[in-house]
């Protein structure tokens, strides 16, 4: 199993840049695929974005390409959100998520790891 942690959000105005953070612990952190997800008010939680576990390939949610940069450092069992050009609509809680040797191809799938942290809320003002 693995824990997660976010932090990193917060208010913003509309065109604005926030950077979430993701710390995991347990084992096997640096062998699995680590992704982001997001739930606004009286919706049902989506895919944002995913990184292999080595970071060399990523996956984004359409709505968010261009936009939102996935990355990782394994060495210090982080992964990072960068959202740059911030929409009123991105408003939202976002959750981290991972489990032991998770792929890619999971979140292809549309499917999920395990794991969840708490999830960190993220509030653009227009």
């Known amino acids: 199993q693995v824990q997660l942690v976010e932090s990193g959000g917060g208010l913003v105005q509309a065109g604005g840049s926030l950077k979430l953070s993701c710390a995991a612990s347990?084992?096997?952190?640096?062998?699995?695929?680590m992704g982001w997800f997001r739930q606004a008010p009286g919706k049902e939680r989506e895919f944002v974005a995913a990184?292999?576990?080595?970071?060399?390939?990523?996956y984004y949610a359409g709505s968010v390409k261009g936009r939102f940069t996935i990355s990782r450092d394994n060495a210090k069992n982080t992964v990072y959100l960068q959202m740059n050009s911030l929409k009123p609509e991105d408003t939202a809680v976002y959750y981290c998520?991972?489990?032991?040797?998770?792929?890619?191809?999971?979140?292809?799938?549309?499917?999920?790891?395990?794991?969840w942290g708490q999830g960190t809320q993220v509030t653009v003002s227009s």
């Open positions: 998520n991972a489990d032991h040797e998770l792929s890619l191809t999971t979140y292809y799938s549309g499917a999920a790891g395990r794991s």
């Open positions: 347990g084992r096997t952190f640096s062998s699995a695929a």
């Open positions: 990184i292999s576990w080595s970071g060399g390939s990523t």
